[in-house]
């Protein structure tokens, strides 16, 4: 098989231009080596030998290779790691409790199997994932990390450094880990922890913090960038003071488990907080210029379909929430959950299919063209619903029906190159006590999405009266200096160029950006410069 995918690469490369091209050349030397089949994953794994021993191979070839291409869609390669278990500060009737694993995750979800498989250490989590998605045709040189696993805020704080520390030193050694694997030819090397190593856990939390902040600015200029960091938590765990460690951290987004803005639902469910907890958490991450994220849970005991979608339309009308992101996580019973015994009981009867899809439906409908639907659904396993929704293509059967949706997911320009022509247009809107200004760059007939910005005006926010809260240029994820397509193409620069005349028309003077730690020499050189872990600029 290794001379037949060599002979493809080195012999017929230059001559294929589309996935066609490839499967015709594909089946020609099956017939030649008498094959069965040559998988697209061993041609890869063939590709970076190649490329890594000096032979130039077209870059385009990865295109036709990759495998679920929309991972990287985006202009980012999102990477999940789990933290460990601990106790969590919430007794919610909904979460399943199993052993060794964080509460409300189950051990047959993908990203807890990952973890499990990797004693839920960062370093090896990050490097296995670093190299999946590599194996599988991706260049993941920029790096959204999403930790999951529960509410952070109340995970330790050496713990939280250490694991933080880890991500950033993971990303920061990919580069010669996956050099001396392509060398040797043997990418199981990875899987018997070779070329590992992970700072251990017995250092102080003044040490801890020290190294961090060293493996950051050596993510400034590595490789594998780390441009952003999500963190999970309640509402009730927001403070300043977390959201200045967390930014400390890295931390650019946070989601929150807002489930529904009702306090009697809330109440029902054992939350643990109310609606005025998740209103002060979102003013709050607003002031220090986070991304805001809420999770929601249609179908909760205590709700209707009505009061969903009542409660879901006031998201958008009632200034003070305004999520920027949101993920729908329709409320199922699992094994191990005190809703798992109300629904034995007769306590609990979840919606029907019909009704959860007509719901999902109403909902979409009403979502604002500065909000990104992120999930539909959370990946749990079919076989562990005992009752509830279990279609795992929501999204999909929505596009089949038709259903018009305006959200930035449904809208962005995955593998669309920049027109021509564009427009960029500013839509404002008042939210947590400040002014929001949603900057895009969108096709003439508004059906695609190239880029956009938040900037944010807060006179109160103890950060700058202007922060920019994202900037996000959409199509394939593009390394610096490789071929352009939409990102790299100056969307960002127009961006910013505008966000900083209007806070500059409305007499500010400062503006500030909460940069992911890979992305501040983009900053850097458009005049800012880095100040307590935002990028600042003069006006």
Same mark, same amino acid.
């Given at each position: 098989?290794?001379?037949?995918?060599?002979?493809?690469?080195?012999?017929?490369?230059?001559?294929?231009?589309?996935?066609?091209?490839?499967?015709?050349?594909?089946?020609?030397?099956?017939?030649?080596?008498?094959?069965?089949?040559?998988?697209?994953?061993?041609?890869?794994?063939?590709?970076?030998?190649?490329?890594?021993?000096?032979?130039?191979?077209?870059?385009?070839?990865?295109?036709?290779?990759?495998?679920?291409?929309?991972?990287?869609?985006?202009?980012?390669?999102?990477?999940?790691?789990?933290?460990?278990?601990?106790?969590?500060?919430?007794?919610?009737?909904?979460?399943?409790?199993?052993?060794?694993?964080?509460?409300?995750?189950?051990?047959?979800?993908?990203?807890?199997?990952?973890?499990?498989?990797?004693?839920?250490?960062?370093?090896?989590?990050?490097?296995?994932?670093?190299?999946?998605?590599?194996?599988?045709?991706?260049?993941?040189?920029?790096?959204?990390?999403?930790?999951?696993?529960?509410?952070?805020?109340?995970?330790?704080?050496?713990?939280?450094?250490?694991?933080?520390?880890?991500?950033?030193?993971?990303?920061?050694?990919?580069?010669?880990?996956?050099?001396?694997?392509?060398?040797?030819?043997?990418?199981?090397?990875?899987?018997?922890?070779?070329?590992?190593?992970?700072?251990?856990?017995?250092?102080?939390?003044?040490?801890?913090?020290?190294?961090?902040?060293?493996?950051?600015?050596?993510?400034?200029?590595?490789?594998?960038?780390?441009?952003?960091?999500?963190?999970?938590?309640?509402?009730?765990?927001?403070?300043?003071?977390?959201?200045?460690?967390?930014? !400390?951290?890295?931390?650019?987004?946070?989601?929150?488990?807002?489930?529904?803005?009702?306090?009697?639902?809330?109440?029902?469910?054992?939350?643990?907080?109310?609606?005025?907890?998740?209103?002060?958490?979102?003013?709050?991450?607003?002031?220090?210029?986070?991304?805001?994220?809420?999770?929601?849970?249609?179908?909760?005991?205590?709700?209707?379909?009505?009061?969903?979608?009542?409660?879901?339309?006031?998201?958008?009308?009632?200034?003070?929430?305004?999520?920027?992101?949101?993920?729908?996580?329709?409320?199922?019973?699992?094994?191990?959950?005190?809703?798992?015994?109300?629904?034995?009981?007769?306590?609990?009867?979840?919606?029907?299919?019909?009704?959860?899809?007509?719901?999902?439906?109403?909902?979409?409908?009403?979502?604002?063209?500065?909000?990104?639907?992120?999930?539909?659904?959370?990946?749990?396993?079919? !076989?562990?619903?005992?009752?509830?929704?279990?279609?795992?293509?929501?999204?999909?059967?929505?596009?089949?029906?038709?259903?018009?949706?305006?959200?930035?997911?449904?809208?962005?320009?995955?593998?669309?190159?920049?027109?021509?022509?564009?427009?960029?247009?500013?839509?404002?809107?008042?939210?947590?006590?400040?002014?929001?200004?949603?900057?895009?760059?969108?096709?003439?007939?508004?059906?695609?999405?190239?880029?956009?910005?938040?900037?944010?005006?807060?006179?109160?926010?103890?950060?700058?009266?202007?922060?920019?809260?994202?900037?996000?240029?959409?199509? !394939?994820?593009?390394?610096?200096?490789?071929?352009?397509?939409?990102?790299?193409?100056?969307?960002?620069?127009?961006?910013?160029?505008?966000?900083?005349?209007?806070?500059?028309?409305?007499?500010?003077?400062?503006?500030?950006?909460?940069?992911?730690?890979?992305?501040?020499?983009?900053?850097?050189?458009?005049?800012?410069?880095?100040?307590?872990?935002?990028?600042?600029?003069?006006?």
């Amino acid at each position: 098989m290794k001379e037949a995918i060599q002979e493809l690469l080195i012999k017929y490369s230059d001559q294929i231009y589309s996935r066609e091209d490839l499967e015709l050349e594909k089946r020609a030397l099956c017939k030649k080596y008498h094959l069965a089949a040559l998988p697209n994953s061993d041609i890869l794994q063939q590709y970076r030998i190649l490329i890594a021993a000096g032979h130039p191979l077209p870059e385009r070839l990865l295109g036709f290779l990759r495998k679920r291409a929309i991972r990287t869609l985006s202009g980012i390669a999102s990477v999940a790691v789990l933290t460990k278990p601990y106790d969590c500060p919430g007794s919610c009737v909904y979460c399943p409790h199993e052993k060794n694993v964080p509460t409300s995750y189950l051990s047959n979800e993908p990203a807890v199997m990952r973890a499990i498989r990797c004693d839920y250490n960062p370093y090896q989590q990050i490097i296995w994932r670093l190299s999946a998605l590599e194996n599988n045709g991706h260049q993941p040189s920029k790096i959204e990390l999403i930790v999951i696993g529960g509410t952070w805020s109340y995970l330790p704080d050496k713990y939280k450094y250490w694991y933080i520390l880890n991500c950033f030193r993971a990303a920061n050694d990919y580069q010669k880990i996956k050099t001396k694997l392509l060398k040797q030819n043997d990418e199981t090397l990875i899987n018997k922890g070779k070329f590992l190593n992970p700072f251990k856990q017995n250092l102080t939390l003044t040490n801890l913090r020290q190294a961090l902040k060293k493996e950051q600015t050596k993510n400034e200029i590595a490789a594998y960038k780390i441009i952003g960091v999500t963190l999970e938590t309640r509402p009730d765990y927001i403070s300043e003071k977390e959201l200045k460690q967390m930014r !400390e951290l890295g931390c650019t987004r946070v989601e929150i488990g807002v489930q529904i803005i009702d306090d009697k639902i809330l109440k029902i469910n054992r939350r643990g907080h109310d609606v005025a907890a998740i209103t002060l958490a979102t003013k709050l991450l607003r002031q220090y210029g986070f991304k805001v994220t809420y999770h929601l849970m249609p179908a909760l005991p205590g709700a209707t379909p009505q009061k969903d979608l009542e409660c879901f339309k006031r998201l958008f009308t009632d200034a003070r929430f305004q999520p920027d992101q949101i993920k729908f996580y329709p409320t199922v019973v699992t094994a191990g959950s005190l809703l798992y015994r109300w629904y034995l009981q007769g306590k609990y009867k979840p919606y029907s299919d019909k009704v959860l899809q007509k719901l999902i439906v109403a909902c979409k409908e009403k979502v604002p063209t500065y909000v990104r639907i992120i999930r539909l659904i959370r990946d749990i396993p079919g !076989e562990s619903i005992i009752a509830g929704n279990k279609i795992t293509n929501l999204r999909q059967i929505m596009k089949e029906r038709g259903v018009l949706c305006r959200c930035i997911r449904c809208r962005e320009a995955k593998e669309l190159k920049l027109e021509l022509k564009y427009k960029l247009q500013v839509f404002n809107y008042s939210a947590a006590g400040g002014q929001e200004y949603f900057i895009s760059i969108d096709s003439f007939d508004n059906q695609t999405l190239f880029g956009f910005c938040r900037l944010r005006i807060d006179f109160m926010s103890p950060i700058a009266p202007a922060i920019i809260r994202e900037l996000h240029v959409y199509g !394939e994820l593009v390394p610096v200096g490789a071929n352009k397509k939409t990102q790299h193409s100056g969307l960002g620069k127009k961006l910013m160029k505008h966000a900083e005349e209007i806070a500059h028309s409305l007499g500010v003077k400062k503006i500030a950006v909460i940069s992911g730690v890979g992305a501040r020499s983009y900053y850097r050189k458009l005049g800012y410069h880095l100040q307590n872990t935002y990028m600042i600029k003069k006006l």
